[in-house]
């Protein structure tokens, strides 16, 4: 990750700005033969787009998010107004999806919950939040799509 994204990641973490990158130095803790050790690392995370779009001919609408970061995307969680933490409209589980960005080997994830079985963009949230384990978030606006 570029070092001007980290620095104005944690600016606006300190501020406490909704942003779609964001970057935390947290302290580690680890236990090795019975020994506690604290270390900082920087984490980071920043959102690439956060699209809704309602589509005609397929009858479907939803959101559509991709980012990374360098956490562990298998315990990130994402919400927005109308979807609960971890959960689908359809009020199953639903979970961030990691995958390898690979340009450059960074964890990636995504978030695409089905909305509805029918085109409306009026279903589409203004926001989506992704948070990490250790409290770091981002917060995209959406971009709301409709094809025909």
């Given amino acids: 990750m570029p070092w001007f994204l980290i620095v104005i990641g944690l600016v606006v973490q300190f501020l406490g700005i909704p942003s779609p990158v964001s970057a935390a130095i947290v302290p580690v803790r680890k236990v090795e033969d019975g020994m506690v050790t604290t270390h900082l690392e920087l984490h980071y995370m920043a959102i690439r787009y956060a699209d809704c779009e309602a589509q005609e001919f397929s009858h479907l609408t939803g959101i559509y998010v991709d980012g990374f970061t360098n956490e562990n995307p298998n315990e990130l969680v994402a919400y927005s107004e109308v979807t609960e933490p971890r959960k689908g409209m359809n009020g199953l589980p639903f979970l961030v999806q990691p995958f390898q960005i690979p340009e450059n ?27 990490g384990a250790d409290g770091l978030k981002v917060v995209a606006k959406i971009a709301v799509y409709t094809f025909q």
């Fill in 105 to 131: 080997g960074e964890k990636g994830f995504r978030y695409n919950p089905l909305l509805a079985t029918h085109a409306n963009a009026e279903l589409c949230p203004l926001s989506v939040t992704i948070r």
